[in-house]
């Protein structure tokens, strides 16, 4: 079988910044070992071969496990060297003189950076030989797989060593964790105190000691792809986020802290409401709290000069000890939530572990933090690490049961458990919030489907996008299966083969948040921290349908799925064949076919065909992404319209950047507003000659009469294209007279997933029901010429409060009655009806506009694919 190479993951996971490491100085990695021996540092340019359904991280099969570690050059300019914290550099030599020190550390290489730095999994434990560690991975799968078993071993419950992880710096310029993980390393590797020995005997700890090495070095909270990896826990577009990933699968902690900074006053989690539907909070909520509240006695305690405390009456960090730090749980009522699993700690809850996100007080006056306040911050980590690491150890007992309760309750299907204060008589604190939930439902009341169906045949919109789909379900851990024979439910019949998801599983919470649409939670609090919806299901270009209920039986028979990773087909004999333009997949396709010099023609149906001069290639594609050619007619191909090898000039961020090289467009010109202007006035080349589409990702203004304005205006005139998404691609299509018409934008906090619907030509071909908006922008009051190709209908899932103030979303919301504020005039309810995309052309020149957020953090699928079949559109 070959594996598919055109996963939106697996593309970006190459080295796309500006670049390279040099060579290390020591190549030494263990290249004969059996657990993740590490590769050369530059990986392969795209596309390249990461089955993402596959290759779990292997652990070690005894401890210590100490390999030979390459040592990489010191970074002139290194952002560590100015606040005096620890650089990657040096990890590899100490963590080589700890483990020549000590049997009680393993190290072991478990990914590499965007630029192929090194990610280190330091575990701390006493030596075990293979019989012990095997024994330990057995129960570790057992309490997964066969938890009600589980529950009944006391040998294992007694027995099992139970996992401790602690993360830190996926913000890059968020230091201190690194040096205070190192530091708890150090101590528990060397201490012969007879409480770490018995710490240590029954347990593993665990340390991820940087998870983002690049922005580490270059003082950067992104990775080298431009991506903050800390959002990216279900998209998995980068390698650091799809190591952290593989790291919580083989490691099943029952307790997770990543640490970051910097908030004025040390913040531990658990984080206020709203929690996620789809977390068993009631099982989580009462050690989460009680870790709160030990660090915090532990840290007021130690008296750490330097360090800050929270006042309760005002909210303020002060100097002054007042005995508090700040639990968001207990002291912040909006805005400071977990709602979203995007990020390290609540995705890790979703794999059974009681989790914290700790931020630490003291930030940057500069571009780093100043040798003195990081020196108190890596105090303040260690009296955090190890006031959590105490609490385990004392309580692992009820905390396992707890995970080990988890995973009963979604292999055997149980009724979800909300959070409220019905379910929490008894647990001790927080009082404070307990009257909130009364006026919230903290956790709403989750109907679970008994499985989610993502169907094969006619019934599906997008094969390819259907494929990756169910690639990045194997990825996450999901159990995903296919039916062996036609299954009818509920009126609907679906073919053999078509992929299923029973939530009945272990991490069926996982499942769902990745696959169900989520709730609209506007009017539960004023505002959120980050993104408030994010369903695969509903954004990522498949069809996919929930089924049945959770007490319902099994939905047909079925075979357990380990990848998708199957070559495509080409029909023998026929001389003319194509494929569906549906998917991202099938847009790298089709570029490919166009980057080898085959003409390829684009039907009116949205199809793509291929004459018998293009068969060979075919057959590569269908190897190479998996595409299933089917036969078409000479008569196809004479009526389509050729399709060009399209070169395209971007003015926007990372986004449309890393967005369009996953379509397959790999002649990417950056432009500017300021260059054009600079270049055109002084008569050199601007970057447009060669492109064929201008893309507007956030903003072109070039003012009119001006050389920029002119230089844009001729090449649109000789038969060029903008398309773009916003107000900013808007008004610059508008100033060359492609469009017209008003642009409204929604609260710019206001994001989630809102119907759509194609009444246009454009996009009707493959029609998507749903998109994604962070902020929703519409437009009204449409020119002559300029035709409606989107419209939005109702807001479904996230929080689109809508209000009147300021534009951050801040402010009370508008309209008596309305809680959620939907129906200000920047609210969900001004926008339903509303034209979500427009096109316009004259005479050769085209233009085409989204208002929906089709390239947010690469993550809506959907929406590459409808930016692919616009940009070929405008250019055609």
């Known amino acids: ?17 500006a670049g390279s490491l040099a060579a290390p100085a020591v190549a030494a990695p263990d290249v004969a070992s059996p657990v993740n021996a590490a590769p050369a540092v530059a990986l392969p340019d795209p596309p390249y071969p990461v089955q993402r359904g596959g290759a779990e991280l292997r652990m070690p099969t005894s401890y210590p496990y100490q390999p030979d570690l390459r040592v990489f050059p010191p970074n002139e300019r290194d952002a560590t060297e100015r606040n005096r914290t620890v650089s990657h550099a040096d990890l590899a030599p100490r963590l080589t003189e700890l483990m020549e020190r000590s049997d009680r550390v393993s190290t072991q290489v478990v990914g590499q950076s965007s630029e192929g730095r090194d990610l280190y999994l330091v575990t701390v434990t006493a030596p075990e030989r293979w019989q012990e560690t095997s024994r330990q991975a057995a129960w570790r799968d057992e309490i997964r797989e066969r938890p009600a078993r589980a529950a009944r071993d006391p040998a294992l419950m007694a027995g099992y060593k139970t996992p401790i992880w602690i993360s830190a710096n996926i913000h890059g310029d968020e230091w201190e964790g690194t040096d205070a993980a190192l530091r708890v390393v150090e101590d528990l590797a060397t201490s012969n105190d007879p409480a770490t020995r018995e710490n240590l005997e029954r347990h593993r700890l665990v340390f991820s000691l940087t998870l983002n090495p690049d922005g580490r070095t270059h003082a950067t909270r992104s990775t080298s792809l431009g991506l903050d990896a800390n959002r990216d826990m279900i998209t998995l577009a980068t390698p650091e986020a799809r190591s952290f990933v593989r790291t919580a699968q083989a490691v099943q902690p029952l307790f997770a802290a990543d640490f970051h900074g910097y908030t004025d006053v040390l913040q531990v989690e658990p984080a206020g409401p709203p929690h996620g539907e789809n977390y068993e909070y009631d099982l989580l909520i009462p050690h989460g709290y009680a870790i709160a509240r030990q660090v915090e006695d532990d840290v007021v305690a130690a008296g750490i000069d330097g360090n800050t405390y929270y006042d309760p009456g005002t909210g303020d960090a002060v100097e002054d000890n007042t005995g508090f730090v700040k639990i968001p749980y207990r002291d912040t009522p909006s805005g400071w939530d977990d709602y979203p699993p995007v990020f390290t700690a609540q995705y890790t809850a979703l794999h059974g572990a009681v989790t914290s996100t700790v931020e630490l007080p003291l930030g940057p006056t500069g571009s780093t933090t100043s040798p003195a306040d990081s020196a108190v911050d890596t105090e303040v980590a260690i009296a ?28 055997a299907g149980a009724p979800k458990v909300r959070l409220s204060t019905e379910n929490l008589d008894g647990v001790p604190g927080p009082d404070e919030w307990k009257p909130l939930w009364d006026v919230t439902d903290d956790q709403d009341p989750v109907r679970l489907p008994r499985a989610y169906v993502i169907p094969v045949g006619p019934g599906q919109r997008s094969a390819s996008d259907a494929e990756d789909l169910v690639d990045a379900l194997l990825f996450h851990g999901v159990e995903v299966e296919r039916l062996v024979a036609p299954a009818r439910v509920a009126g609907a019949t679906y073919p053999a083969g078509s992929y299923v998801v029973d939530l009945h599983q272990p ?68 001389r003319y064949v194509g494929f569906p333009l549906a998917g991202v997949a099938d847009h790298r396709a089709l570029n490919h076919l166009l980057g080898q010099g085959v003409t390829v023609r684009l039907t009116a149906d949205g199809s793509a065909v291929v004459g018998p001069h293009g068969r060979q290639a075919a057959r590569d594609v269908a190897d190479r992404y998996g595409i299933d050619f089917v036969a078409a007619t000479r008569a196809d191909y004479v009526a389509g319209e050729p399709a060009e090898d399209l070169t395209i000039a971007y003015a926007g961020d990372q986004d449309d950047r890393l967005s369009l090289t996953a379509l397959g467009f790999d002649d990417l010109i950056p432009v500017s507003a300021r260059g054009i202007q600079a270049d055109a006035s002084a008569g050199i080349t601007t970057g447009l000659e060669d492109a064929d589409v201008l893309w507007v990702g956030s903003s072109l203004n070039l003012p009119a009469g001006s050389a920029g304005h002119a230089y844009v205006r001729s090449w649109l005139h000789d038969g060029s294209a903008i398309v773009g998404r916003g107000a900013g691609a808007f008004a610059a299509a508008e100033a060359y007279g492609l469009v017209s018409g008003t642009v409204e934008t929604g609260d710019l906090a206001g994001n989630g997933i809102i119907e759509t619907e194609a009444p246009g030509d454009v996009l009707d071909d493959h029609a998507q029901d749903r998109g994604f908006v962070y902020p929703a922008v519409w437009f009204t009051h449409l020119g002559v010429g300029t035709a409606a190709e989107l419209t939005y209908g109702d807001f479904l899932a996230g929080h689109w409060a809508g209000r009147v103030g300021e534009a951050s979303g801040v402010g009370e919301a508008s309209g008596e009655g309305d809680a959620a504020g939907s129906g200000a005039p920047n609210g969900p309810k001004a926008a339903d009806g509303q034209v979500a995309a427009v096109s316009g052309k004259i005479g050769q020149a085209r233009a085409f506009v989204f208002g929906t957020s089709i390239f947010f953090r690469t993550h809506p699928r959907g929406g590459l694919s409808q930016a692919a079949t616009a940009i070929h559109w405008a250019a055609g």
Request: aromatic share 4%.
């Open 1 to 17: 079988m070959l594996v598919r190479t055109c996963s939106l993951a697996a593309l970006l996971g190459v080295v796309l910044a």
């Open 384 to 411: 955090a690490m190890t006031s959590m690491i105490d609490y385990v150890h004392t309580h692992s007992d009820a905390m396992l049961a707890n995970q080990v309760e988890m995973f009963r309750r979604g292999a």
């Open 507 to 574: 991490l069926r919470g996982l499942a769902n948040s990745l696959l169900g649409l989520g709730s609209d939670i506007s009017a539960k609090v004023p505002g959120m921290y980050d993104v408030s919806a994010w369903s695969l299901g509903s954004l990522w270009g498949a069809t996919v349908d929930p089924v049945g209920a959770t007490t319902d039986g099994p939905v047909g028979r079925t075979t357990p799925v380990r990848a998708t990773a199957e070559p495509g087909t080409v029909p023998r004999g026929a």
